[in-house]
């Protein structure tokens, strides 16, 4: 019996499984390297920068839970004991936009979360001024 | 490889606890209180159109609620309704005209045994401590059983994207989205920074809002003595919303 049908099955396979690996070598996108982004106001984050670089979703549930559930608004950052009011919008104080600082790291880690869908950033407001 | 990954899960783990301790005490210990509210009818309908168009549109324009062009996608927290709808079981024949025609501000009742909260199959709705029967519509499916269940029709679902139809966006609020149900919260949001909520401190005296569970409070005297009504009574869901006629 041949063994064609079953190698060219194979191939189809390893090329639908592998397609997004072609995909991004032939656009030239492998490779590329993490993008810059904007420089934040203010001296620090609400936690260390690093922790927050990786955590800052966990942070941001928490902070969620905290106030639908339990109606706690006030966050003491860990790290520098600071108060923070807690709300989406604290974190566009000091990064004054979506688009080049959350944005540029979703796109590139292909990440899309709908926080977005209801609350605001500092873009949408400029298209409600 | 699996060793490095459990050591990111617990690492992750230990990070929540450490995130958890860091919140402060909330503002008003839910346990203590529980809020009602009282409206005024005589109170209210005497006011001129102007300033009780004011108590519809303060909501309105605080809470980022859609003006849809067609009635059906209708989004509301509070509305003018008559007085036969609003209390279908008080109506007489041959009432006094005044009360037949009065103007009556309908919201959610906060009732203190809700069926809207009861029949939430993910628990996007829920009764909190204080009384107030509120929404997270990260959990909210959509599925509006909580709408079938309102005996009173409070509730309203955005059929459509809500952000093209808010006028003027308040940035201290966030909007919501296509798909999940939206109703009066008591403003929670105010009640956590000492405020009242928004339509009280429009209605020149006529709502009043406080602790029912503090028999001292303005609200408490109130009902204790004047006569007052509630929507649905028999029903047996207990709103937390009088009125008085
Ligand atoms: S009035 Fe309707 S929406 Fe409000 S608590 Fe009662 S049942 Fe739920
Ligand atoms: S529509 Fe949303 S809030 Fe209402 S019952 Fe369904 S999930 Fe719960």
Same mark, same amino acid.
């Given at each position: 019996m041949s063994k064609t049908p079953l190698v060219a099955v194979l191939l189809i396979f390893i090329g639908f499984f592998f397609f997004p690996y072609f995909y991004s070598v032939a656009s030239g996108q492998? #490779?590329?390297?993490?993008p810059e982004l904007e420089k934040p106001k203010?001296?620090?984050? *609400?936690?260390d920068a690093k922790w927050m670089e990786e955590n800052h979703m966990v942070l941001l549930k928490e902070w969620r839970d905290h106030v639908i559930r339990? #109606?706690?608004r006030t966050y003491i950052s860990d790290t520098y004991g600071t108060a923070y009011? *807690?709300?989406?919008y604290t974190c566009f104080e000091?990064?004054?936009?979506k688009a080049n600082f959350c944005d540029k790291c979703h796109d590139y880690t292909g990440v899309k979360p709908n926080c977005w869908d209801c609350h605001v950033y500092p873009e949408l407001l400029e298209k409600y001024r | 490889m699996t060793g490095s990954a459990i050591a990111t899960i617990t690492l992750t783990a230990s990070q929540v606890e450490r995130v958890l301790a860091a919140f402060a005490a909330p503002?008003?210990?839910?346990?203590k209180v529980r809020w009602g509210m009282v409206i005024d009818l005589k109170k209210f309908n005497e006011l001129p159109l102007a300033k009780r168009k004011r108590v519809y549109d303060v909501c309105k324009e605080i809470h980022n609620i859609p003006i849809f062009p067609t009635a059906k996608d209708r989004v509301e927290w509070i509305w003018p309704a008559d007085f036969e709808h609003t209390f279908p079981s008080q109506f007489n024949h041959f009432l006094p005209e005044e009360i037949e025609n009065l103007e009556v501000p309908v919201l959610c009742?906060?009732?203190?045994?809700?069926?809207c909260t009861k029949v939430c199959p993910t628990g996007a709705t829920w009764k909190r401590d204080d009384g107030i029967v509120t929404m997270d519509y990260h959990r909210?499916?959509?599925?509006r059983y909580c709408m079938a269940a309102c005996p009173y029709g409070m509730r309203s679902f955005n059929?459509?994207?809500?952000r093209p139809f808010i006028?003027?966006?308040?940035?201290?609020y966030h909007t919501r989205t296509k798909g999940v149900v939206e109703k009066c919260t008591f403003c929670v949001e105010r009640l956590e920074k000492g405020l009242q909520p928004a339509c009280v401190e429009a209605s020149e005296g006529s709502f009043i809002f406080g602790?029912?569970?503090?028999?001292?409070s303005e609200i408490s005297k109130i009902l204790r003595e004047h006569y007052s009504i509630r929507r649905k009574p028999e029903l047996g869901t207990e709103p937390k919303l009088y009125y008085l006629i």
């Open positions: 492998l #490779g590329k390297p993490v203010g001296d620090h984050c *609400i936690e339990q #109606g706690i009011n *807690i709300s989406t000091c990064h004054t936009s | 503002a008003i210990d839910q346990q009742n906060h009732c203190e045994n809700p069926p909210c499916i959509g599925c059929w459509r994207d809500p006028p003027k966006l308040n940035p201290t602790d029912l569970n503090n028999l001292e």
